[in-house]
């Protein structure tokens, strides 16, 4: 269980990245959601050890992450949001060296480890290549492959699917999905399907506060029947967000969309939806925004 | 279609306007060109003494090497130009667009060459504002003009930068790959550097001018013979010599090169190199239909799904874990260095240059010497492991920022991995490359050394000697690491180590000179073959020491500052660092400070307590406070010495000299003389000075003068004593410059050095008029007018005596031998101590040397004269030639001049810390390093060890006979007498086809020599002891003086001279008193000409305008010959004034011999003085043979500046005519 308690951090340009933030993090997946700029990545930079904080506590299993940093890399496994490699090395020999750092000294059975590895990411048929030559999604799973190394318990991982291509995308979700139940897996991420698809707890994080956490289930189920939907003109929508709360617009076929939060159905022309966690996520979202303005 | 060029010609020129390279480059390069106006430090362009800081010739010196420089980087904008949306991916953008490749290549070439162009402006502009530095002396500097700097742009500069902008963009575009167009650099910069070298030999000049892309040699050959005056005030015209030609060849090759990339420049073709193999591999899943691959995807992840997730694994974080994982990580930065382009190019560029260099290395009159190990080691430093600096700071930067440059930063960083190894494995990496980077450059010049036959490699040589130079690379690399670590951002690291390069050169240019202030510094480390690296190592070892414990420190601060993570404020550093701050880093920070601290005190004891540390500006402060407060008596009356008798200890292993001496003296004068002084350098310890009942008026221990007053004067011819114990001490190390007289291995000091001299030495004044300046002293003192009397009264090697009775006893270690001049009369052991005792039969002047070392002898004998050479093994190459010169010299010399004084002659080999060789009487110290190991093998080079020989043996009758009195002309009665008198020797031996290879050398130094004066050029008679007068100048004028009169009158006149001067008393003879003699044995009609070669500066321009034959009826062939001869005299700075005409020149005209086998050699079909009178002359002559070739003076008699012009090929009359005909 990682606990992080009333975490704060002022980069020194001024800009407030975490306020206060407190999160219980227990095994499994844990999906952390929120708009470019949130403060997730300091989040998740803070976790892995990178980055001080200005006050506040994160623990391990009684770990204190932000003292014994020696300790938690030990144990941790990581995959930046933003990653390059040695363009001319191949991908076993990185990993192979990627492993020896992680302390797997032995060379037989860095071996084993690297092969295993290289084909849970469904890179073993490229292993020879030079890493300059992948794909993105390719490199995602390198990136992934390398966080796994040494059976991490805490994984962390930023971003993971931002420029796949769903394909990719899907792949490398799949992938993570595998990894272990009993191991704290943090999966930050803009895209909400991320997170409804994989994770069994997740937090909506925004201007560098918690605004919610839960399980996507219980968070979604908590907007049942209050999200009402109409396809409305363009000249209407701003009618519309005068009148109603309007969470989040889309185009179909040409055709706005609107989802309207509201515990009764606003309107005949309006039809109600199943909740989904897009429409959590825009809801938090759009209350933080209304409540700080 | 213009205007498409017209719009990517701005986009380039806005685009490369805003990359700080550019900047950086104008900023460095001006700098470089204000440095090198403004200060002395910074010495490329040539204005010394007398040339301007701004004379035009500067002007284009600097601004034309500057671009060769520059070629660096401006390959970069071109580079940058050419590739850059290859690089980028926007290459489609354009090229989807109507675009053609000429308006795409001209716009971005034109754009990239106009800031190339710029930057150079720039660095004009450099000079052009230094030059109104208000601390400038007004008299260095030339009125502003904009000419030459228009000149210099257009013919050297804009040439340049089009032609080496449109080599390397062609290079870039069609390569596509940085490597391949630095190598392309690489390969210029060798071209360059061969043509260089290829100027040294004379008989290839203009070719080699040609080869040179920058324009720079033919600038040198045109410019070479140049005076002050022209250098100041002239521009060469473009016909000089080879410039426009070179200038054509290189433009025309440029553009021809642009041309052919423009043609064959495609946009879609694939980058070269590794990325062009790297394609393939990836097209083939580029071509894979997407659902086929992922298919199989999910084949391969149901085939893994049944394993579990990964493997277990063991994982261990001990320190051996630690030590493996640092290894790995090293050899990944290894392997990661050097395959990266700047390495491989910087190994090819350097094992090249030292490769091109070490061909020609120390060559004296185009003859190499042996290609010995220390003398590699030498040139590697100097041609090859300099390099290694920029290796260092660019990969300190490249490895320590390698992760965050590939965004790798932040897996590392949360790695399970201590800071100290991936950090450590970084410094190792450097530490690494810079010692392969060494030993690659020593597997070079020892494949050198075997590909010229030369077997004696000394492997354990090699390794100390690189040792040597690269520790202090490695000490530079800790350094380069830490200021990357602290300034965390790798251009500022760059620049905080380009602060550390410059403000140590600034220091010590500010005479900070200290050793231990400077990073990395260390009293410099000579070797010699005889002495090993002797005394000389053990200060290296504590200054390393001393640094090593900085490095540490250092590296432990790096540990502690490191960032790891992504909190980069100070704050949080500073919290980090105190976190860090305990264990091993804490000892290795506090261990460090402390060595660093105890061995900087030991060295402080050794540098400033046991020695005095006296910086640069403090020496010459005590120089000019000499002269100020000493040179007032000069010209006292002082007693002569008479007789030196002198006990001398060496002590070798101690560096340790104790002296007992005796000095006669007389007061020659003829009124009493009161008092007695005295110099003796500071560092010499006076233990007893005793003579006559006197008192002591002065005693300046800080400057070594002594005023001592006798009780009773000293009576006109009466005699008396001075008896001296002193004592010369090394005690631990010095700070600089320690001394290389008293060495372990080739102990070699004068008389001068640690004896007592009467009165003022002239000789410690200080010599720089700008460093006198500023101390308020007025240029020195030129010699004395030639006929003046009073100065004449001393020799111009002597003030304190005139001929002295000299013995000496000298003792030394039991394993060496101790030489001074005079005949052994015993030799003796005493305890661990061996005793020699000479005593000179004849007198001598009051100059003796002492050396000692183990010696070997090779013995020999001439006419009962004995002939013994003091040498080291394995320097036995060249002994058979100096023995050989020897014999012949003392034949010739005893015949033409007069008895040798002396019974005995030996030559002793002294160590390479000096590179001369210099006569004592019967006594000749010879450095090893000329002669000893000259390579004489080839049958063509010059034997200058025989020439060198033969010289020093002549100084026993020109200068050790007869000595010319302190005033004008006096080197030129030894010096050049001594030349003229090897020349016949040589020529004996030689024969007159090598003497003109050789004077050829002679005269090009001469007229070389001519443009590096300081003060003025004097006539040979008048002589102030110029060496390129009264050695070069003097060998071409008495040769051709030989010439003209003959060997038997000149002889002759020599021998009548030398009996009538040798061993006179004062007034000493001077050069008039010679030339009367010369001028007797000269016929009337020729006289004219000795005042020409003597007592004006003569040059003459002679040329052949036409040469034709024709055959005639009788088989004998009718040669008409079209000649101009001109003569000008010049004054001491060069300014020339025509001369009228009234010479003896030599006509010849010559054939050839073919032989089947060897080359066709010249045979001389006629040769001849004719009178020439008229500017231009035209000849009928018959000659016997088919003439082949025709000129006037030929032979290269006369001091001609262009020599090349002097013979011509002779066609025959038809075709002449025929081709006149067109012409007309």
């Given at each position: 269980m990682l606990k992080i308690a009333n975490l704060s951090k002022t980069y020194?340009?001024?800009?407030?990245?975490?306020?206060?933030v407190s999160l219980d993090i227990p095994t499994g997946m844990f999906g952390l959601l929120g708009p470019n700029g949130a403060g997730k990545s300091t989040l998740m930079r803070t976790i892995a050890t990178l980055q001080e904080a200005d006050s506040g506590s994160i623990s391990l299993d009684g770990l204190d992450v932000l003292k014994e940093k020696a300790e938690v890399r030990k144990i941790l496994g990581y995959l930046p949001q933003e990653f390059g490699v040695?363009?001319?090395?191949?991908a076993e020999v990185m990993l192979d060296h990627f492993a020896l750092l992680k302390g797997i000294v032995g060379p037989r059975q860095r071996k084993a480890v690297v092969e295993a590895l290289l084909r849970q990411t469904n890179l073993y048929q490229f292993r020879r290549r030079k890493l300059g030559t992948f794909s993105g999604g390719m490199r995602q799973r390198f990136g992934i492959a390398q966080a796994l190394l040494g059976d991490p318990r805490l994984l962390i991982v930023d971003e993971p699917t931002a420029g796949l291509d769903p394909e990719e995308r899907n792949r490398f979700l799949n992938l993570l999905s595998e990894i272990g139940e009993n191991v704290v897996v943090i999966l930050s991420t803009h895209i909400v399907d991320d997170v409804s698809d994989l994770c069994s707890r997740m937090a909506i994080i925004s201007e560098g506060r918690v605004l919610q956490t839960g399980m996507p289930r219980e968070v979604i189920a908590s907007l049942h029947g209050s999200i009402w939907q109409k396809t409305v003109g363009k000249s209407e929508l701003e009618d519309y967000r005068a009148r109603y709360q309007v969470i989040s617009t889309r185009l179909f076929a040409g055709l706005t969309v609107i989802h309207v939060f509201s515990l009764e159905r606003p309107d005949a022309s309006f039809e109600q939806v199943a909740a989904d966690l897009e429409d959590v996520y825009f809801k938090t979202l759009r209350q933080s925004a209304s409540a700080a303005a | 279609m213009l205007r498409t060029l017209r719009a990517i010609f701005i986009f380039e020129l806005r685009y490369q306007v805003k990359q700080p390279l550019v900047y950086a480059t104008t900023l460095i390069l001006m700098l470089l060109a204000f440095g090198a106006v403004t200060t002395d430090s910074i010495r490329v362009g040539g204005a010394i003494g007398n040339v301007h800081r701004n004379a035009p010739f500067v002007i284009m010196q600097l601004l034309t090497v500057l671009s060769v420089i520059g070629m660096f980087v401006i390959t970069a904008f071109v580079a940058s130009a050419a590739n850059r949306d290859f690089e980028h991916g926007t290459a489609p953008l354009f090229f989807s667009k109507p675009v053609s490749n000429f308006d795409y290549l001209a716009g971005r070439f034109a754009g990239s060459l106009v800031v190339s162009v710029a930057v150079f402006v720039g660095a004009a502009a450099g000079i052009a504002i230094g030059s109104f530095m208000p601390w400038l002396e007004p008299e260095r500097l030339g009125p502003f003009s904009l000419t030459p700097y228009l000149y210099t742009f257009a013919v050297f500069i804009v040439p340049n930068l089009v032609f080496i902008g449109a080599v390397f963009f062609t290079l870039a575009s069609t390569t596509r790959s940085l490597m391949f167009t630095y190598l392309g650099v690489v390969g210029f910069f060798i071209i360059y550097a061969v043509a260089g070298t290829l100027l040294?030999?004379?008989?290839?000049q203009v070719p080699a001018s040609l080869l040179d892309p920058f324009g720079l040699s033919s600038l040198g050959l045109a410019t070479r013979y140049w005076t002050v005056v022209e250098r100041n005030t002239a521009l060469p015209p473009l016909g000089a010599g080879s410039l426009l030609l070179n200038r054509a060849i290189w433009i025309a090759i440029g553009l021809a090169v642009l041309a052919a990339g423009f043609l064959v420049f495609d946009p879609a073709r694939p980058s070269t190199g590794r990325r062009r193999r790297a394609r393939p591999q990836l097209s083939p899943i580029a071509a894979l239909p997407a659902g086929r691959l992922a298919l199989e995807e999910v084949a391969v992840a149901e085939a893994g799904s049944g394993r579990p997730l990964a493997v277990a694994s063991t994982r261990c974080f001990s320190a051996g874990a630690q030590i493996r994982q640092f290894i790995q990580q090293a050899r990944l930065e290894v392997v990661s260095v050097v395959k990266s382009i700047p390495f491989v190019v910087l190994l090819a560029f350097g094992m090249t240059n030292v490769l091109a260099s070490v061909r020609f290395a120390n060559e004296v009159y185009g003859s190499p010497v042996l290609p010995v190990t220390h003398l590699m080691l030498e040139w590697l430093a100097g041609t090859?492991?300099?390099?290694l600096v920029i290796i260092v700071i660019f990969y300190s930067g490249e490895l320590v920022w390698k992760e965050r440059a590939l965004k790798l930063n932040e897996v590392y960083d949360s790695?399970?991995?201590?800071?100290w190894a991936t950090f450590a494995s970084k410094l190792a990496a450097l530490v690494v490359v810079v010692v392969s980077f060494s030993l690659v450059g020593a597997l070079t010049t020892a494949g050198f050394q075997l590909y010229r036959g030369y077997h004696h490699l000394e492997p354990l040589l090699y390794l100390k000697g690189l040792a040597v130079t690269t520790i202090p690379f490695l000490l530079i690399a800790v350094l380069a690491v830490f200021l990357q670590v602290l300034a965390n951002s790798k251009f500022l690291g760059y620049l905080l180590m380009i602060l550390y390069l410059i403000s140590g050169a600034v220091l010590r240019s500010l005479d900070f000179d200290h050793q231990l202030y400077h990073f990395a510094g260390s009293p410099a480390v000579l070797y010699s073959d005889m002495n090993g690296y002797g005394h000389f190592v053990t200060p290296f070892l504590w200054f390393s020491l001393y640094w090593t414990f900085l490095a540490l420190v250092l590296f432990g601060l790096s540990l502690l500052l490191r960032v790891r993570g992504t909190e980069s404020s100070w704050r949080q550093r500073w919290r980090q660092a105190a976190a860090r701050f305990h264990g091993p880093v804490r000892a290795l920070v506090a261990g460090g400070l402390l060595g660093f601290v105890v061995t900087g005190a030991y060295i402080y004891y050794n540098t400033n307590v046991l020695n005095p540390y006296v910086p640069g500006d403090k020496l010459r402060n005590q120089q000019a406070d000499y002269e100020k407060k000493y040179r007032r008596y000069r010209d006292i009356a002082m007693p002569r010495i008479t007789a030196v008798k002198a006990d001398v200890d060496i002590f070798p292993r101690e560096r340790r000299l104790a002296v007992r001496g005796h000095y006669q003296m007389r007061n020659k004068t003829t009124s009493p003389i009161d008092t007695l002084h005295v110099t003796l350098p500071p560092r010499v310890k006076v233990l007893s000075l005793r003579f006559r009942d006197h008192t002591e008026v002065l005693r300046d221990r800080a400057l070594g003068y002594s005023i001592y007053r006798f009780a009773r004067p000293l009576a006109p011819g009466e005699e008396m004593a001075l008896d001296f114990e002193l004592a010369v001490t090394n005690p631990g190390f010095v700070n600089n410059d320690p001394d290389t007289s008293l060495v372990y291995n080739g102990t070699f000091f004068n008389n001068r050095q640690y004896f007592p001299v009467l009165g003022y030495e002239e000789r410690r004044q200080l010599i720089d008029r700008n460093e006198r300046r500023k101390r308020g002293l007025l240029p020195v003192d030129r010699m004395a007018k030639v006929d003046d009397l009073f100065a004449r009264r001393n020799t111009y090697l002597t003030r304190d005596s005139d001929w002295i009775d000299f013995e000496t006893t000298v003792s030394t270690s039991a394993d060496q031998i101790a030489i001074a001049p005079g005949y052994l009369q015993r030799q003796w052991r005493a305890g661990d101590r061996r005793y020699f005792h000479y005593k000179m039969d004849a007198p001598i002047l009051h100059f003796f040397s002492y050396l000692s070392a183990a010696y070997k002898v090779r013995r020999d004998s001439w006419k009962g004269v004995a002939i013994e050479i003091y040498y080291q093994e394995p320097h036995t190459y060249n002994l058979g030639r100096m023995v050989d010169s020897i014999k012949k010299s003392l034949d010739y010399y005893t015949a033409n001049f007069g008895p040798y004084q002396h019974r005995q002659v030996r030559i002793l080999e002294f160590p390479d810390y000096e590179r001369f060789a210099q006569s004592f009487p019967n006594t000749i110290p010879y450095s090893e390093s000329i002669g000893f190991i000259a390579d004489l093998k080839d049958q063509e080079s010059i034997d200058y060890v025989f020439y060198v020989t033969a010289h020093e043996v002549a100084h026993q009758w020109w200068a050790h006979q007869v000595i010319g009195g302190n005033v004008q002309g006096a080197t030129m009665l030894s010096e050049t007498m001594s030349q003229y008198s090897a020349l016949m020797v040589m020529e004996k031996e030689y024969g007159k086809d090598k003497m003109r290879r050789f004077l050829q050398y002679e005269l090009d130094r001469y007229l070389s020599g001519r443009g590096g004066e300081l003060v003025e050029e004097m006539p040979l008679m008048l002589v102030e002891n110029q060496d390129y007068i009264h050695y070069r100048k003097g060998s071409v004028v008495m040769y051709a003086l030989r010439d003209y009169i003959g060997e038997a009158a000149l002889n002759g006149a020599l021998a009548r001279y030398l009996a009538a001067v040798k061993f006179e008393q004062p007034p000493y003879t001077n050069t008039p008193e010679l030339l009367r003699i010369i001028e007797e044995a000269t016929p009337p009609e020729r006289r004219a000409m000795i005042g020409d070669m003597f007592s004006k500066i003569t040059l003459f321009n002679n040329r052949v305008v036409g040469a034709s034959y024709s055959r005639r009826a009788d088989g004998r062939y009718a040669v008409d010959l079209t000649v101009e001869a001109a003569k000008v005299r010049a004054d001491g700075k060069g300014v020339e004034t025509p001369a009228r005409l009234d010479d003896w020149i030599d006509i010849g005209v010559f054939g050839e011999k073919k032989d089947k086998r060897s080359k066709p050699q010249e045979t001389v079909l006629y040769l001849a003085k004719h009178r020439f009178t008229e500017p231009r002359t035209t000849l009928h002559l018959v000659v016997d043979g088919l003439p082949v070739q025709a000129g006037i003076d030929p032979y290269n008699k006369l001091v001609d500046r262009d020599s090349k012009d002097n013979r011509k090929r002779v066609e025959p009359a038809a075709r002449n005519a025929e081709a006149k005909a067109v012409k007309g």
């Open positions: 020194a340009n001024g800009v407030q990245a975490l306020r206060d040695y363009p001319r090395i191949t | 040294g030999n004379l008989e290839n090859f492991l300099f390099l790695l399970p991995v201590p800071t």
